[in-house]
């Protein structure tokens, strides 16, 4: 059964920095994104990397202080959050694509597995 399992949230202060972890399982994963969504609001797109690592893609509201990487010998993939702002405060989901696309869409409707999610506070 494929799975995703994110670790890593937790309470900040701003300008503090988090990394969340997104373990894989049960599955041939391609493209992988991290997507966020804050109370009352639209989950929205955050970043994403191709199974090579040889491409990203990132919101422009992170791009600059997030970074995403993989292992895929571990079958693991970072977020790594520098530079946190109150308005990063979210519940952080990993989501896969479990066939090729050359393209990093930031559609989460194709995305076909997710984890439950880990939530991350950014206090002022």
């Known amino acids: 059964q494929e799975q995703l399992v994110e670790s890593g949230g937790g309470l900040v202060q701003a300008g503090g920095s988090l990394r969340l972890s997104c373990a894989t399982s049960?599955?041939?994963?391609?493209?992988m994104a991290w997507f966020r969504q804050a109370p009352g609001k639209e989950r929205e797109f955050v970043a994403a990397?191709?199974?090579?690592?040889?491409?990203?893609n990132y919101a422009r509201s992170v791009k600059g202080r997030f970074t995403i990487s993989r292992d895929n010998a571990k079958r693991t993939v970072d977020l790594i959050m520098n530079s946190l702002k109150p308005e990063d405060t979210a519940v952080y989901y990993c989501?896969?694509?479990?066939?090729?696309?050359?393209?990093?869409?930031?559609?989460?409707?194709?995305?076909?597995?997710w984890g439950q999610g880990t939530q991350v506070t950014v206090s002022s």
């Open positions: 990397i191709n199974v090579g690592s040889t491409n990203t």
């Open positions: 989501a896969a694509q479990n066939y090729y696309n050359g393209y990093l869409t930031v559609d989460g409707r194709s995305y076909q597995t």
């Open positions: 049960g599955g041939a994963f391609y493209n």
